[in-house]
Structures are given as structure tokens and as C-alpha cells.
Nanobody, 124 residues
């Protein structure tokens, strides 16, 4: 499966942004855990949020719990990341990722498919 990420941009502190990840070329996410990682300038890529193939189990990094929500729409074959109460430290390139038969708490080492990154910049 190929992934197409969209959303992001330049926003102010406290605002909200939604990122979307879609399977390209009419492929399906069926059987895949899908999630988001981010990489800030000069830092390593880190896990942000993930959702199991069933859609019933989600995982979040501690830094985003209570502010970010990941969801999947099987009818649209899309996974979304709703990001609320954004902080300057959320500034990063966000990457969509998918792992076949994976758990929701994804590890970058086991990601099978990466999407292109989308920049989120939160101004202070």
C-alpha cells in the first residue's frame, strides 16, 4: 500500500489542525495498523499516535495524550489525526505510517510503509 498524507501548515499556538492519510491508487488499509510519527529539526523521529486495523485500539505518545485524536474511516479508507491545543513543541514534519498486522503502538523500526511528510509549524 502507498500512503498519501495531507493537511498541516502554519498555525498559531492553541489552534487545531487535522492531518489525513489515505491509501493511494484505491488500495486499502485493511489489515494495517496506521499511525503518525513526527520529526522535529535536529531530533529523531518519534511516534505520535497509532490505530489498530480493527479501529478499536489506539495508542498515543504521552506528549499528545488528551490533545490529539486518531481515527479511521474504513468507508473512505482514510486515517485522520485531529490535533488540538497545538504548542510550538508540536512543530515537526509529520509522517503517516502503516504496518501490516501491527499493533497500535507502532515502532519506527517495524513500520512497513511510510508516507511523505507534511510540515506542521506552530507559532508562539
Amino acid at each position: 500500500v502507498q500512503l498519501q498524507a495531507s493537511g498541516g501548515g502554519l498555525v498559531e499556538t492553541g489552534s487545531s489542525v487535522t492531518l489525513s492519510c489515505a491509501a493511494a491508487s484505491k488500495r486499502t488499509f485493511s489489515g494495517y495498523a496506521v499511525g503518525w510519527f513526527r520529526q522535529a529539526a535536529g531530533k529523531e523521529r518519534e511516534f505520535v499516535a497509532g490505530i489498530h486495523a480493527s479501529g478499536r485500539v489506539t495508542s498515543y505518545a504521552e506528549s499528545v495524550k488528551g490533545r490529539f485524536t486518531i481515527s479511521r474511516d474504513k468507508t473512505k479508507n482514510m486515517v485522520s489525526l485531529q490535533m488540538n491545543s497545538l504548542k510550538p513543541e508540536d512543530t515537526a514534519v509529520y509522517y503517516c505510517a502503516a504496518t501490516l498486522n501491527g499493533a497500535s503502538n507502532m515502532a519506527s523500526q517495524t513500520v512497513g510503509v511510510w508516507g511523505q511528510g507534511t510540515q506542521v509549524t506552530v507559532s508562539s
